[in-house]
């Protein structure tokens, strides 16, 4: 069973950096797709950055327009726990949201569309992310 616990929300004045981190455990191969998604109030959600792996040690790395140059996203193994990371610079307002950790097993398979959440299985509860101006 995958389980997704983010934490690392907050409120930043515009133009401050946050790091969201989600520990992600129940994972039984390497072949995976981590995601973060956020969503405004009366928004629907959207994809902001993915990280795919593959068998063969191939990785995939996806960013929303809006956020790439600012966002980095990364993920770590440690002590047999994943974990994935979004440290997020020049924060904007436009940029408020409730982020959500999402995850996937069947990994970067032929049509994946990272962005699209019906290509994630797993979500985390989410962490609000505010950015006042």
């Known amino acids: 069973q995958v389980q997704l616990v983010e934490s690392g929300g907050g409120s930043v004045q515009d133009g401050g950096s946050l790091r969201l981190s989600c520990a992600a455990s129940?994972?039984?191969?390497?072949?995976?797709?981590l995601g973060w998604f956020r969503q405004a109030p009366g928004k629907e959600r959207e994809g902001v950055a993915a990280t795919c792996a593959g068998a063969d040690a191939t990785s995939w790395t996806y960013y929303a327009d809006s956020v790439r140059g600012r966002f980095t996203i990364s993920r770590d193994n440690v002590k047999n726990m994943l974990y994935l990371y979004l440290q997020m610079n020049n924060l904007k307002p436009e940029d408020t949201g409730m982020y959500s950790c999402?995850?996937?097993?069947?990994?970067?398979?032929?049509?994946?569309?990272?962005?699209?959440?019906?290509?994630?299985?797993?979500w985390g509860q989410g962490t609000q992310v505010t950015v006042s101006s």
């Open positions: 999402a995850a996937d097993l069947r990994g970067h398979t032929a049509g994946f569309k990272w962005s699209a959440s019906e290509s994630f299985r797993y």
């Open positions: 129940g994972f039984t191969s390497g072949t995976f797709c």
